[in-house]
């Protein structure tokens, strides 16, 4: 069955799990996301947008990922607008999926305000679509990068003139996630130089909560007997209540 490259890619985002997008003003997504059921949670500005899709990623563990709209396409001010929202979200290490209207693929060898390399910096990989059937593809794509490495956001662009494409073709699956593991040796030199070590300290910070570890972590300051600092990012991974807590470090 043909669909819009719009409506094919609400219904991706619905196989996600996805149940609302926050957005301000505008995008060429918001209607096809009201007509699939997802609901759209307005802001007030461009950087509240980004910014609950990205406390929602947070409070999730990175579990699920918020998910935002913001104005693009020929007068991206509303993109212009959402950058340091991105930054933060970049430097703090928040997956979070950013969707935006683009130019139109018939002028898009035109030389214009560059998205892409204005956002590298800001954003763990972005992506134009350029055809209709290309959207499983990049999503797929996308959805890979939330769930691998070091946590980012990913910013979509989506031009208006895609047109349509036919979902039995081109169908969607989930991807899975690839975590990196430290190397046993390198693990075993970092234990021995802590139990080596004459007053140890452990800063803990929000990796611990992406990574399921505050159990392990725990177990861990039990084990050696090693008092637990937490980074402003890190807070509550340990229990401040427990006798090797030593508070937050406060602003790293």
């Known amino acids: 069955m043909k669909v819009t490259a719009h409506i094919g890619l609400v219904r991706i985002l619905k196989t996600e799990g996805v149940e609302w997008v926050s957005t301000f003003p505008a995008s060429g997504l918001n209607n096809p996301l009201g007509e699939e059921g997802i609901l759209n949670l307005m802001m007030r500005t461009e950087r509240f947008a980004i910014a609950v899709a990205d406390g929602f990623s947070r409070v999730s563990n990175g579990k699920r990922f918020g998910v ?20 933060q979200a970049y430097e703090d290490g928040t997956p979070l999926l950013c969707i935006t209207d683009s130019i139109q693929t ?80 390198d693990v075993k030199l970092a234990v021995n130089a802590l139990l080596a070590a004459k007053k140890p300290m452990i800063i803990a910070g929000q990796g611990i909560f992406y990574g399921d570890a505050c159990d392990k972590l725990l177990e861990f300051a039990e084990l050696v007997q090693a008092p637990v600092l937490t980074t402003l990012k890190g807070k509550s991974t340990f229990p401040e209540d427990h006798a090797l807590s030593v508070g937050v470090i406060g602003v790293a």
């Open 68 to 87: 935002c709209t913001v104005q693009g396409g020929l007068n991206p001010v509303g993109l212009h607008m959402a950058y340091g929202a991105l930054a």
């Open 106 to 185: 018939s002028i898009s060898g035109t030389e214009r305000f560059n998205i892409a390399e204005a956002f590298r910096s800001v954003t763990k990989w972005t992506g134009y679509i350029n055809k209709p059937h290309r959207v499983p593809e990049f999503m797929t794509r996308a959805y890979s990068y939330l769930r691998s490495g070091r946590p980012g956001p990913i910013l979509i662009q989506v031009p208006s003139d895609l047109g349509e494409y036919d979902e039995s073709e081109c169908p969607y699956k989930p991807p899975k996630g690839w975590k990196q593991q430290g190397d046993l040796r």
